[in-house]
C-alpha cells in the first residue's frame, strides 16, 4: 500500500458502529511483521463484505474495490489515493450479491473490475475509471 516492498492488508471492519476500510503497515523493511507494531490507516467510512487491492487504472499505484453482499452489494467501490495521500471514492452501481476479482479481461495491460454475483446469473464487465 505505500510501495515500500513490505505487504500490507487492507481490511474492513464490519460491526464496528462506524465501519470503515483501513490498511495495516507492515513494518519492514524497517522491522518485523511478528514483533513490531502495525501502524493502522484509515481508508474511508464504508463497510465491504469483498475487497481487493491492485493497479486498477495502470499507473503503478495500488487502487482498492470494495463491495458489500447481499441486497446491500448492488455497488462497488472503488478506492485511489490523491497526491495529498488523502484516498477518494467513486461508487459504482451493479446487481445485488457478494463477490469481487480484479483482471485484466481483456489483456490491456489494466486490471478489470469483475464482479460475481450469487443472484444474477450474468457477469458484467465494467471499465475502470479514467
Ligand atoms: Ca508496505
Ligand atoms: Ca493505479
Redesign the pocket.
Known sequence: MDGDGGVDIAISQWYAQNPCIEWYENPPPRGSPVSDPWKRHIIGPLRAHDLKVG?????????IATRNQGKNGNSMVIW?RDAAGSWNNRVLQCPAGEGLALGDINRNGRHRRQESSQTAVDQRLHEPDK
Open positions: 493497479d486498477i487504472d495502470g499507473d503503478g499505484l495500488l487502487e485511489k
